[in-house]
């Protein structure tokens, strides 16, 4: 198999300086799926100049929003347009199903669509009262710089359009690093971007491992802006290669995400059946590779035994595959690291008293589920408790923990008692309580009834160690814009500070 040439540094494809190359592999065989350019220190620094040039003497930071704004709306037309060909490649890349590959192309599409939007409505200056007559007060947005952008492996192509979508509203240029497990999205995306017209140097791509491409854009003097999204230890060490250089940073990082499931919500047959569902939904869906995956399952004691069951019942049936299949529902682990984990994570909570309710195990190969894939079987553990390791640490994958409780207190104080702060959901028939038991949710989202579901124009981040900043929404766009004040003296005349 020949490599693809996956770097794209000032209008220009080509292959990395070294001419190393990497296998990407395809998650359901471990088969080679692509060859690509393995990037270095010097495809970065190529990458960072380019972008650095269009920034200082391009055209883009510039360009009247009106028309950024419409090359924003090509983009989501032409992602429209390749809709079937990105969901294949990225369920080949992640092992997700072809179907959650559409869904996050159309995900993708609206924010495209919404930072159009944004970016149009939110571009006038505010003016400020000075308090005279005199004064003209004014502030206004300006792009940052040159942002440099490092995606993870499991929303290839959503994480890179949540950060790639409003640098380009805002005027900045950019060097984006996706995941060198799935780069291949991201690849398409940026060929996009330049058909739908972006100018040469804007949109630059190196692919290759967090060190050195990675760790070079973090400390990279010619960076004004380092976003990163993964996992808590790369990140906070990025993040603060990034700070001593005095970058502007944002961080989205990991979540470990309660799911709080009262009585009262199982009242009903109904009731019961769309808890049990959405827990489901919540913590397998991808096979738990999600960082707001609803990996802790915390409930009432009263229905704990009966929840559990009919959870683990429904968990045997999910129709684990490979991605492009037909009737598969959960795809394999994105790679062999990802199931050693898993398995340890398994055997700790077995050791440390868990007990298992479905799954623990890799499932038997079948026509669709190749002996060679990263296959791992939906896995639900009861009798958790806070100590343990499962509990406390984000296992990204498809294992759910149960705890139990008795009182709202109670429900809330585990639900919190995470270093994490990513996202959490209550499921109640009494909205009331929903409601109050989500304003105590120290997570960046909550939902109340449901799981997983979020919208372009509203926030997306977490407390505590889930990061820093936040994505989509208003906010989304600001953290690619500075704010300038600037403040004009109409009637100019002395100060007189100083008497001589
Ligand atoms: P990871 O931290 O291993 O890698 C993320 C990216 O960082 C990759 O591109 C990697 O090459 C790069 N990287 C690694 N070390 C680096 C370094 N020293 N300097 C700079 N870059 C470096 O994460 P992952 O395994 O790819 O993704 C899974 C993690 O991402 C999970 O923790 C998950 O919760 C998190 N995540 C968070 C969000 C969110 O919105 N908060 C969304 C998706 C994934």
């Not at 198999?1 to 065989?29: C, F, K, N, Q």
């Not at 995956?293 to 929840?307: N, Q, T, W």
Request: hydrophobic share 40%; net charge negative; proline share 5%.
């Amino acid at each position: 198999m020949s490599a693809i040439e996956t770097i794209h540094v000032d209008g220009v494809w080509r292959a990395a300086a070294s001419g190393a190359t990497r296998e990407v592999l395809d998650p359901a065989d471990a088969t080679i799926l692509q060859l690509v350019s393995e990037g270095g220190a010097e495809d970065t620094d190529a990458a960072v100049a380019a972008a650095r040039r269009a920034f200082d003497e391009g055209a883009w930071p510039g360009t009247p929003v009106a028309e950024r704004s419409a090359l924003l709306r090509r983009v989501a037309d032409l992602l429209q347009r390749d809709r079937e060909e990105i969901a294949l490649i990225e369920s080949r890349d992640t092992g997700k199903t072809l179907e959650e590959g559409r869904v996050d192309v159309d995900d993708v599409t609206n924010a495209f669509r919404y930072f159009a939007d944004v970016v149009m409505n939110e571009s006038g200056g505010r003016v400020v009262d000075a308090g005279s007559a005199d004064v003209h007060s004014v502030v206004v947005h300006e792009p940052v710089g040159v942002c440099a952008l490092i995606t993870p492996w499991n929303y290839p192509l959503l994480q890179a359009s949540w950060k790639v979508a409003p640098a380009v509203a805002a005027g900045n240029t950019f060097v984006i690093k996706p995941s060198e497990v799935t780069p291949l999205s991201t690849v398409h995306l940026i060929k996009l971007l330049v058909e739908a017209g972006l100018p040469a140097g804007v949109a630059n791509i190196v692919t290759g491992a967090g060190l050195p491409v990675g760790q070079r854009l973090a400390e990279h003097p010619d960076v004004d802006l380092f976003s990163f999204t993964g996992g808590l230890a790369s990140g906070t060490k990025a993040g603060a290669a990034a700070v001593s250089g005095a970058k502007k940073i944002a961080l989205e990082l990991g979540g470990k995400n309660p799911n709080v499931v009262f009585a009262d919500s199982c009242a009903t047959e109904e009731g019961f059946d769309t808890a049990v569902d959405q827990a489901l939904n919540a913590a397998f869906i991808h096979s738990g590779q999600v960082c707001s995956a609803g990996a802790r399952l915390i409930i009432e004691e009263p229905v704990r035994d009966r929840f559990v069951a009919e959870l683990a019942r429904r968990a045997e049936k999910i129709k684990l595959g490979r991605g492009t299949e037909d009737g598969v529902e959960c795809g394999p682990l994105v790679s062999q690291q990802q199931l050693d984990k898993v398995e340890a994570y398994v055997a700790s909570a077995l050791s440390e008293g868990a007990q298992l309710r479905s799954g623990g195990s890799r499932p038997e190969p079948s026509d669709v589920r190749p002996a060679s894939g990263y296959f791992y079987a939906p896995t639900i553990l009861d009798g958790c408790h806070r100590e343990m390791k499962v509990v406390r640490e984000e296992t990204f994958g498809p294992i759910l923990t149960v705890e139990t409780f008795t009182t709202e207190n109670e429900a809330v104080a585990l639900a919190n008692d995470t270093e994490y702060g990513l996202a959490g959901a209550v499921f109640s028939g009494d909205s009331a309580r929903a409601r109050r038991v989500a304003a105590r949710l120290r997570h960046g989202t909550v939902w109340i009834n449901d799981y997983h579901p979020y919208l372009p124009q509203a926030e997306w981040g977490g407390f505590g160690k889930s990061g820093i900043g936040r994505e989509l929404g208003p906010t989304g766009l600001d953290e690619y814009r500075e704010s300038k004040h600037i403040y004009e003296n109409l009637r100019p005349e002395p100060v007189r500070w100083f008497a001589g």
